[in-house]
């Protein structure tokens, strides 16, 4: 990875301090790589991260009891000499409503910083003070005069009890050399107007996940730092793999948390993969996330998979949702290439100051057996077949299945229609944003495309707002013909779809008089979302009507088949297997010869205390039924 060194006139470094530098392609273990960093005025070189210090004892690890009707406490403590960053944290188990924050104040009782929490699942307050730096800017560290570090709750989210166990670490760090990245030279000198660059080797570490360190950058009078970050796929070896990590909390507000990610490599014709996350203690929220080659999700699980918002009361995180202690996807004939397991924990339980997590992936594995359904049978006839589903994993599958027709060789489809939504926009609704949202069917597994029409008018003086969407018919349904007002003003107008996840898939700017239309192909399954605004919002803009109307691609159904479906899934459990009987009813003007040509596939929905988004394609299996005489 040559680091290209350039000379300016200026006796100030010009690197870039906020540019991610990350090795691409991602190394795998012990390979080295190269990138180019350019316009860099050096003269030195430093590879540097920040480790604990190598005397443990100094690391300060303590529980304490906040008490009523404070709940203050104030811990002292020494700064060690040669400490160039302290880190103060502090988790609490508790209800989402208990905020527990922290300060810490120097030697001169000045304050240094101040780590705010909201309430939620996160159950961390952590602050981080740098010991270095401009000298008028360091804090002061004075032998005999300690460091403080205030604990206290926020106003209104203060503990139920009489007492509040929270649990303090203190970390004294100090800068040392990251064992991962290696320079060819550490010192040089540029004459002016000149460039270079300097070899950086990186070996990756052996254990799957991300790391970060840095390249320490000066020219005497200016200093910077080049973040680098590692990413180490999980190794695949005969088709299983191993990953792990720790959760150690957030302050979660909104969409945040702790994100994890672990890439894995899929070769051709892999018929199926399976991928678990499993943890001791309940108390955690951990959401689990199958990711394609093209960067799209496929598959989500959890407890809390839906919950909007984690910002603050009131907090919609189902009861159960905390008992979860394992999380797995499944997906049939992934497509070959990087694939991705996201571990996102929006809660940790607070009880420490950590909680392990063990990921495996295990390729190949069979789920649904026989592998093919083939009979005869006579017009009017039904024929049955038992289907058998294996469950090594380590929760429970909600699973049932669903056919699609094939004829000439080619997979059947038909288009469904969900009739319109009519949303109003004005000037004042969403604090003036103009915004309006809402779902409507759910998409079903295996789609080609999802396309979301708007046409735009003046609000009605009847029958005005939102209609809820009609169910998926059974058969394509003509749109609505609800025609444009030509009197509305021609304004900039947004259309946008929002997949199960709640990732903003495709947005439509257009003006009222062209209307919008946004489509996805090969949607992922689950419950969208469509929003509706106005491009530019602001006080003047007109009030309007929108006809909203969703279409989607989906396989046409072998006739006469029967299965649970997912409205009534079959329940395999754990560690065991389960049997899905299903059933397809000849038509009675068959004729003799024909052969019945199509396929069922096995899926999950949701099922008891577990939200998911995609589901799970556990397998596919071929059908043929040709057609003989009684």
């Known amino acids: 990875m040559p680091i290209r060194m350039r000379h300016r006139t200026a006796p100030t470094t010009t690197a870039n301090p906020n540019r991610n530098w990350a090795a691409s392609p991602m190394p795998n273990i012990g390979q080295n790589a190269f990138r180019t960093w350019s316009e860099a005025n050096i003269t030195g070189l430093e590879r540097v991260a920040l480790t604990i210090a190598a005397n443990s004892s100094q690391t300060i690890t303590k529980p304490v009891s906040l008490n009523s009707p404070g709940y203050l406490d104030n811990e002292s403590f020494t700064v060690p000499s040669g400490t160039d960053f302290v880190q103060t944290t502090v988790t609490w188990p508790s209800g989402p409503n208990v905020s527990i924050r922290s300060a810490v104040y120097d030697s001169d009782g000045d304050f240094l910083t101040y780590a705010p929490t909201y309430g939620g699942y996160g159950h961390l307050t952590q602050c981080q003070i740098a010991l270095k730096g401009p000298q008028d800017q360091r804090p002061v560290v004075r032998a005999g005069s300690p460091w403080t570090l205030a604990i206290f709750p926020r106003d209104g989210m203060l503990p139920a009890g009489p007492t509040q166990q929270v649990n303090v670490k203190i970390e004294f760090m100090h800068k040392t050399t990251w064992s991962s990245l290696k320079l060819a030279m550490k010192t040089f000198k540029l004459k002016k107007g000149a460039s270079r660059g300097v070899k950086a080797t990186i070996t990756a570490p052996a254990a799957a996940g991300t790391y970060f360190g840095g390249v320490r950058v000066s020219n005497g009078s200016a200093t910077t730092t080049i973040p680098v970050s590692i990413r180490v796929p999980v190794k695949m070896t005969n088709g299983q793999g191993t990953f792990s990590g720790k959760l150690t909390g957030s302050v979660v507000e909104y969409f945040g948390g702790e994100f994890y990610f672990y890439d894995f490599a899929v070769p051709g014709g892999t018929a199926s993969l399976a991928a678990a996350v499993t943890w001791p203690d309940q108390g955690n929220l951990v959401n689990v996330y ?85 009979t005869t049978a006579a017009p009017g006839q039904t024929v049955t077949r038992d289907f058998f589903l294996a469950n090594p994993g380590p929760t429970d599958l909600a699973a049932y299945a669903d056919s699609q027709a094939v004829v000439n060789g080619e997979p059947r489809y038909q288009d469904y229609w969900a009739y319109y939504w009519q949303p109003n926009l004005t000037a004042d609704t969403f604090g003036g944003g103009g915004l309006a949202t809402t779902g409507f069917p759910p998409v079903p597994p295996n789609c080609t495309q999802l396309t979301a029409y708007a046409t735009w008018g003046a609000i009605a003086t009847s029958g005005a707002g939102s ?34 996840t709640g990732a903003d898939v495709a947005e439509s700017l257009a003006m009222t008089d062209q209307g919008n239309a946004v489509q996805v192909q090969d949607p992922m399954a689950g419950s969208w979302t469509t929003t509706v605004a106005y491009g530019d919002p602001g006080p003047t803009m007109p009030d309007l009507q929108a006809w909203v109307e969703w279409m989607w691609t989906a396989p046409t159904p072998i006739d006469g088949f029967s299965a649970p479906d997912a409205d009534t899934p079959v329940t395999v459990a754990k560690g065991s297997a389960g049997t899905i009987t299903a059933s397809i009813t000849v038509p009675a003007d068959a004729t003799l010869g024909d052969t019945i040509i199509g396929k069922v596939d096995f899926y999950t929905a949701m099922g008891d205390q577990v939200q998911t988004a995609g589901g799970d394609h556990l397998g596919s299996v071929p059908v043929a039924i040709t057609v003989t005489a009684p």
């Open 467 to 500: 209609s809820a969407p009609a169910a998926r018919s059974a058969a394509p349904a003509a749109p609505s013909t609800a025609l444009v007002n030509p009197t509305v003003p021609n304004v900039l107008v947004d259309l946008g779809l929002y997949d199960p």
């Open 290 to 374: 199958l990711v394609d080659p093209s960067g799209r999700v496929r598959d989500a699980k959890s407890g809390d998979l839906w919950t909007g918002d984690y910002s603050g009361p009131p907090f919609g995180v189902p009861e159960a949702a905390l008992t979860h202690t394992a999380e797995q996807v499944v997906w049939n004939a992934p497509v070959a290439g990087t694939w991705q397991v996201l571990v996102w924990a929006p809660g940790f339980s607070g009880n420490g100051f950590s909680e392990p997590y063990a990921g495996t992936i295990t390729l190949d594995r069979a789920v649904v057996a026989p592998t093919a359904w083939t």
